[in-house]
């Protein structure tokens, strides 16, 4: 474990670890976090953005968003491989492009698999965001196709933006069971209020990883901000399950 390479840094409440170029985060209970702001070089990420900026077939659908119809604040597109269970997320069901129908995103994967020993992503979620105005909303990606504990490994080109994690609320967690056991002064504040939001201004070719029970226990959101001026590309690389009810 001594690795000279390696920094700790005890941020408290979370922890954080500095290896080389890469950041991982464990937010507690399972779930953590893994960022490499450099993850493709600056020229070749511009190679990936032009390429994707024009040959993917983007489109901006109508979600259902509690019960009401509204346009996608984003643009979006989605690739699966062969014989997967469809995707369906806010009452919308993608069509699920192949790989070999944009070959760079075959060399996209491969680095991402590269870099992260034993992933097997076998879909992408690609969103384009014109601009500061367009987003995505507080949400976690826990749809049933995914499993109980997705990894989710997210790249971004481009435009920089915020990309927030928020805590979500933990009825009956085991913490909050404790803290209420607890009298007043012995309450473990501090881990139920301090411990709950991170943020992370994601790079033009950067990746961040979501893993453990992120989903679960966390929502995350990319917020509209006025001072964004240009285009951003984000790739989520997802593993969809196996159909098992036949
Ligand atoms: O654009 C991003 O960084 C995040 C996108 C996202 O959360 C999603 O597609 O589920
Ligand atoms: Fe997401």
Redesign the pocket.
């Known amino acids: 474990m001594s690795n000279r390479l390696t920094t700790y840094i005890n941020t408290n409440p979370n922890f954080i670890k500095e290896t080389q170029n890469r950041k991982t985060i464990d937010l507690g209970e399972g779930s953590e976090i893994i960022y490499i702001p450099r993850f493709v070089p600056s020229e070749q990420s511009w190679k990936w953005f032009d390429y994707l900026d024009k040959e993917i077939p983007w489109v901006r659908p109508t979600i259902q968003v509690y019960g009401r119809s509204c346009s996608q604040p984003r643009d979006t597109c989605y690739v699966a491989s062969k014989g997967l269970q469809g995707l369906r997320y806010s009452g919308y069901t993608p069509h699920a492009y192949s790989w070999d129908d944009f070959p760079p995103l075959k060399d996209i994967l491969a680095a991402v698999h590269e870099a992260l020993p034993g992933s097997s992503f076998n879909s992408l979620l690609l969103n384009k965001y014109k601009n500061g105005t367009d987003y995505?909303a507080w949400?976690?990606?826990d749809e049933k196709v995914y499993g109980l504990t997705p990894e989710?490994a997210?790249i971004s080109f481009g435009c920089e933006r915020d990309f927030l994690l928020r805590k979500r609320p933990a009825i009956n967690s085991s913490l909050v069971q404790a803290a209420r056991e607890e009298p007043p002064s012995k309450r473990i504040k501090s881990r139920v209020s301090q411990n709950n939001q991170q943020s992370f201004v994601l790079k033009h070719g950067s990746l961040l990883v979501m893993r453990g029970n992120t989903q679960r226990d966390w929502l995350?959101s990319v917020p509209k901000r006025a001072k964004a001026d240009a285009v951003r590309i984000n790739l989520?690389f997802r593993h969809i399950m196996e159909d098992e009810s036949g």
């Open positions: 995505v949400h976690a990606d989710i997210s995350h989520t």
